[in-house]
């Protein structure tokens, strides 16, 4: 449906990263004024320093992202670590902390976090960043059901497998042994469009989407499935 998000004031996160770019795009198309915020959120003033510059909002997308570590469990330092869960995992609170009470002021208001599926399937080499990925659904899930009886939606897309310039680059999907495993590992088949994974945000994040309430949609090609 055309115009889903007429009037809505959107700010999205590292708006030139991972999913911002297509986010960016399509919620334009569907009505939304766009308010991007550039760059991580790892400062711990820089969330609140985001919303502030956004002025009021309707809706928040949590758009983060990094490029993900491949160590092996065994080799994880305490500096990979705490910067992995320091891009990804902190801002949330601080994004919802500082977004939310003008929302509830309003009695309306959603948050999308684009998050990834590698928190719903064990994947090697990735304990540190299926961790954070994992504590971002856990903490929709919980303030989801907080904020509800305000008027709030809280949900996450849990994405793998789909398009992006963070996490598949050309370069990667160039390469013949990642096609070999995209047509072994996911379903579908393909990459799954950016577009297809923006125009779901937007349902999200329109009033169509008000029923779901902490909620964790898989968006993967049917990977976790397997």
Not at 41 to 54: C, R
Not at 83 to 111: E, H, I, S
Request: hydrophobic fraction near 50%; aromatic fraction near 6%; charged fraction near 15%.
């Amino acid at each position: 449906m055309p115009n889903t998000l007429t009037g809505q004031r959107v700010l999205i996160t590292q708006a030139s990263e991972f999913m911002g770019p297509m986010l960016c795009e399509v919620f334009a198309e569907q009505g939304a004024q766009v308010l991007r915020s550039e760059g991580p959120l790892s400062d711990p003033e820089a969330a609140q320093a985001a919303v502030a510059a956004a002025g009021e909002i309707d809706v928040l997308v949590a758009n983060l992202a990094l490029p993900a570590p491949s160590t092996p469990a065994l080799e994880v330092d305490p500096a990979e670590w705490q910067q992995v869960f320091a891009t990804l995992v902190d801002p949330l609170p601080r994004l919802v902390q500082a977004a939310v009470p003008g929302m509830v002021a309003r009695g309306r208001g959603k948050v999308l976090v684009m998050g990834s599926a590698s928190a719903l399937r064990g994947m090697k080499r990735a304990s540190t960043y299926s961790a954070a990925r994992g504590a971002q659904l856990a903490y929709v899930q919980a303030v989801g059901v907080e904020l509800a009886p305000s008027g709030i939606q809280v949900n996450a897309i849990a994405q793998n497998f789909v398009d992006n310039p963070t996490y598949f680059p050309p370069s990667v999907q160039a390469n013949p042994r990642f096609q070999e495993r995209l047509a072994r590992e996911v379903p579908l088949g393909r990459l799954v469009g950016a577009r297809e994974d923006a125009l779901f945000a937007a349902y999200l994040c329109s009033a169509a989407a008000d029923c779901f309430v902490g909620q964790v949609f898989p968006v993967c090609g049917g990977w976790v499935a397997r």
